[in-house]
């Protein structure tokens, strides 16, 4: 099986540089026309340059077609307005790659709240303004994919990133609503949480891990992410060519004797025991596991 993105429109918002430079050369290479969106600033998010020109000028280099786009994922109107011209061009968009991000790190005694809303607002407001610029024309169409990027930091914590892994794990949330909203529509959202060396990353590799963990080996689980085949409601973890599942498990649980909290205490291992645990694929499939405790299950 070939995956071939002729025919597409894709947007790859923060893609003049690292991950979302490496996702938008290999979509144009196989055939899809792409919105190089971003805002050219450094990792902690101020100045501002033309990396997405320099991408579409790669990509044009290799025979593809792209067109950049200057606009803050941060602004709606702006979001709305780069959707508008991609499908004037091309008539349509058929995949979102929520990318763009910055860092403010610092451990949270010392994180100012600007620093923790305006990572917060990047990543997780960001995404869902993307989203929500390219959802009705996705749903009108019957064919959408939507890729949110993660982190391992949303997923399992890192010391410093208070801010980003609240954003990180709110993305994976609201993945997981989407792909329930979206399925009628053929509109498939999943997550990535990648592990690459780029400027966001160039503190924590040591020199000789550089070359290994190159963004091109997060492109084959990002872009079977947003293909035709894709799954919907899938959290993979992708870095050095390794490709993980991340899953949000629930445990068979314990309906308690009496409800109080030294109940709670003298059942904890028995509650937290994973023996026979579940991935629900809804909040609604969690409620019916509590009222088949209940009932004895
Ligand atoms: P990067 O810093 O090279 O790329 C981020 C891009 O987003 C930059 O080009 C930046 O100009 C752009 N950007 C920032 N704010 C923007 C805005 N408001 N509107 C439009 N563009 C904006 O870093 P990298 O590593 O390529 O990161 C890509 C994504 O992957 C980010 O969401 C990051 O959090 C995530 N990630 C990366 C990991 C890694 O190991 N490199 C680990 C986990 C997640």
């Known amino acids: 099986m070939t995956i071939s993105f002729e025919g597409r429109v894709a947007i790859v918002t923060g893609a003049g540089g690292g991950l979302g430079r490496a996702y938008a050369l290999e979509l144009a290479r196989r055939g899809a026309k792409v919105v190089v969106n971003d805002l050219g600033v450094a ?4 100045g501002s340059s033309d990396a997405a020109q320099a991408v579409v000028a790669e990509i044009e280099a ?37 990318n763009a991000g910055i860092l403010r790190d610092k451990s949270f005694a010392k994180m100012s709240p600007e620093d923790f809303e305006l990572v917060v607002r990047v990543h997780l407001i960001g995404s869902a303004n993307c989203t ?11 064919y959408g994919r939507i890729l949110m990027t993660a982190s391992s930091t949303g997923l399992y914590g890192n010391f410093g990133q208070a801010n980003y892994g609240a954003a990180k794990l709110g993305l994976a949330g609201l993945a997981k609503t989407l792909a329930l909203e979206g399925a009628k529509y053929n509109v498939r959202v999943n997550t990535i949480a990648p592990t690459a060396a780029t400027r966001m990353t160039e503190d924590l590799f040591p020199a ?4 290994r963990f ?18 919907t409601n899938t959290i993979l973890g ?9 899953h949000i498990t629930l445990t068979r649980g314990v309906a308690l004797d009496e409800p109080t909290p030294e109940a709670v205490a003298a059942q904890f291992a028995a509650i937290v025991d ?3 645990e579940i991935v629900p694929q809804s909040g609604t499939e969690q409620a019916m596991t509590i009222i088949q405790r209940l009932q004895g299950g």
């Open 43 to 46: 990792r902690d998010g101020t």
């Open 62 to 98: 290799a025979g593809g077609t792209a067109i950049a786009d200057g606009g803050s994922v941060t602004e709606y109107a702006q979001m709305e307005a780069m959707v508008a011209r991609a499908k004037a061009a091309w008539g349509g968009v058929h995949i979102l790659i929520n």
């Open 132 to 142: 929500k610029a390219v959802w009705e024309t996705m749903r009108e169409q019957g």
């Open 208 to 211: 000789e891990l550089l070359e």
């Open 214 to 231: 190159r963004p091109e080996l997060v492109v084959p689980a990002a872009l079977f992410l947003v293909s035709d085949e894709a799954p």
């Open 238 to 246: 992708a870095g050095a060519g390794v490709v993980q599942a991340a």
């Open 274 to 276: 994973r023996t026979g």
